[in-house]
């Protein structure tokens, strides 16, 4: 029986009010009659709340102009869809552009409603679905973007992440099973050693680990998953991580839930888990509804024997230890790939922001270099991989990559952004424009030896996760002069890759036009940054 079930209509909060008057996904079927409305008529549950569900999202500050959200598993698209987004995005002129996430997704700006139709009807040609990416549903799962790629792998996640989309989406048509959770809910699996994923900050992940043939309970057979580097007595599979997760109300980083599984389970270990929290999750308060807070409740011990219960038999206790044994690695730059004669090659977008032209210009590079295919990592940038080593030097030539480089600064390489106040209702501070201006002027500053991850956010909902960044910086008002000002708290010691841990909060409420030299101090006094030697000018 589910948590709605047992509590009184008159004692939901509002969004489970409206969930339990109509669905979500119901709105699919009113797209026609909404762009014939116009969103100025259209009903207010439906417009700020229900077009979520079809990844449609108003934003109050830029009435009229809706922002939408796409599902890319394992963050993979091609040049045709690239393409198809692209002219999306042209339509709305200087109101339109994209932005790449820290889920290896894609954000849209400037739609119009009117539009939609049409909108939906170009991402159905090409195999782009939006389905359930916003409110209290599943979002982008996210895997290794060089899965495939990278000969040091350990498991291709490709296809496991397609497989628990399709499964959660009904292959993007819209699954009613699981779009009424009592909040939003993050999938991870990584298939390599350095942990790209960022696993410990999502509701579920599942991270490689080998066990010995009789702990996994069986035989070594020729069709048990190995790898290059498996010890030739073990079968690989992964442990899983429960409960990681940011918000306003509380960050915390995922626990293990002394659980292995084999990759054959995957997706039904999701779907169980899923269940379970869509029918015992917390829904009175939104702000204490995410995993983490049915886990606290119950306690890990009986979360894991009801999710057993779901699954129909029992799961096995977790490796002795993970194979996460690298550092984090960024994927920028030239790389061969596992594939002889290929390689892959990553480019810098700063802060994620892509406009049509640029997004047209990437398609092409796939196209004629490559093999029609792009992929998107959590640091907001791209990949194009299979470019043969007899095209390479010619690739490396090409205009765009002037601007997207493959060999950025050591600050700008590492810079992740949310979007801002430029867009989003919920940021205190704009994040975008002000994090590049400021990177830009402390490199001329500062001269480094090693990138240093610094993430903005806007908010404290954290989606520019300042948890996770060498320094984090999170938006927030401050007083300065007897004035309320754009300001922000600063963040430190977050760690990724290898014993991935969650920084905190150091200094609050520093005033956004003192913070350059509070960031130069930090990175010379922690980072090794040294001023550089002014210029002298010599006139003649």
């Avoid at 009904?170 to 993050?186: A, D, H, I, S």
């Avoid at 550092?327 to 594939?339: C, E, L, W």
């Avoid at 801002?420 to 919920?426: D, S």
Wanted: aromatic share 8%.
């Amino acid at each position: 029986m589910t948590d709605t079930a047992t509590t009184t209509k008159a004692s939901l909060n509002k969004f489970e009010k409206f969930k339990a008057e109509k669905d979500g996904l119901a709105v699919k079927e009113e797209i026609e009659k909404f762009a014939s409305l116009g969103w100025e008529a259209m009903d207010e549950t439906d417009r700020d709340h229900r077009l979520k569900w079809v990844g449609v999202f108003f934003r109050p500050v830029t009435p009229g102009k809706f922002m939408m959200r796409m599902r890319m598993p394992n963050g993979i698209i091609t040049s045709s869809q690239m393409q198809a987004l692209a002219s999306v995005v042209q339509r709305y002129g200087d109101d339109g552009c994209a932005d790449i996430t820290t889920r290896q997704n894609i954000q849209l700006r400037g739609i119009r409603i009117e539009d939609l139709p049409d909108i939906f009807n170009r991402f159905h040609s090409v195999g782009l679905t939006s389905v359930q990416s916003g409110m209290d549903n599943v979002r982008n799962i996210t895997g290794d973007p060089v899965a495939g790629l990278d000969a040091d792998e350990l498991y291709d996640t490709r296809e496991l992440v397609q497989q628990i989309q399709d499964m959660l989406t009904n292959k993007g048509q819209g699954n009613p099973e699981f779009t009424n959770l009592p909040r939003k809910f993050n999938i991870a699996i990584a298939g390599g050693r350095d942990n790209s994923v960022h696993a410990e900050i999502n509701d579920l992940a599942f991270v490689p680990a080998f066990k010995r043939a009789g702990e996994a309970g069986e035989e070594i057979s020729p069709s048990s998953p190995s790898s290059p580097s498996s010890p030739s007595s073990s079968i690989f599979g992964f442990n899983i991580l429960v409960g990681g997760f940011f918000s306003a109300k509380r960050c915390e980083a995922a626990i293990p839930l002394n659980a292995w599984v084999s990759p054959e389970d995957v997706v039904a270990v999701c779907r169980a888990v899923l269940e379970v929290f869509r029918d015992y999750g917390p829904r009175a308060n939104r702000q204490k509804s995410r995993l983490m807070w049915l886990i606290d409740e119950w306690g890990l011990e009986k979360f894991r024997l009801e999710v057993e219960k779901r699954l129909g038999k029992s799961l096995l206790p977790a490796a002795a230890k993970d194979e996460i044994d690298w550092q984090k690695r960024d994927h920028i730059g030239v790389y061969k790939q596992k594939q002889s004669g290929l390689n892959y090659v990553g480019l810098h977008i700063p802060v994620g922001r892509l406009y049509a032209e640029d997004m047209f210009e990437i398609a092409n590079l796939a196209e004629v270099y490559g093999s029609g295919e792009i992929r998107l990592t959590v640091e907001q940038n791209i990949v194009i991989p299979n470019i043969p080593d007899s095209r390479l030097a010619t690739f490396l030539t090409e205009p765009l990559l002037e601007r997207f480089s493959i060999d950025p600064n050591l600050l700008t390489r590492s810079l992740v952004s949310c979007t801002g106040a430029q867009f989003c209702n919920f940021a205190l501070i704009e994040t975008k424009n002000r994090a590049l201006a400021m990177i830009k002027s402390l490199e001329a500053e500062l001269g480094l030896t090693r990138p240093v991850r610094i993430h903005w956010t806007g908010c404290p909902n954290s989606c520019g996760q300042p948890q996770v960044a060498d320094i984090g910086l999170m938006g927030t008002k401050t007083r300065k002069d007897g004035k309320t000002v754009e300001g922000v708290d600063i963040y430190m010691g977050g760690k990724v890759g290898k014993d991935a841990h969650l920084g905190t909060c150091v200094v609050k409420g520093i005033p956004c036009e003192d913070l350059q030299p509070v960031l130069r101090k930090l990175l010379i006094e922690n980072f090794g940054a040294r001023l550089r030697e002014p210029v002298t000018v010599i006139s003649h």
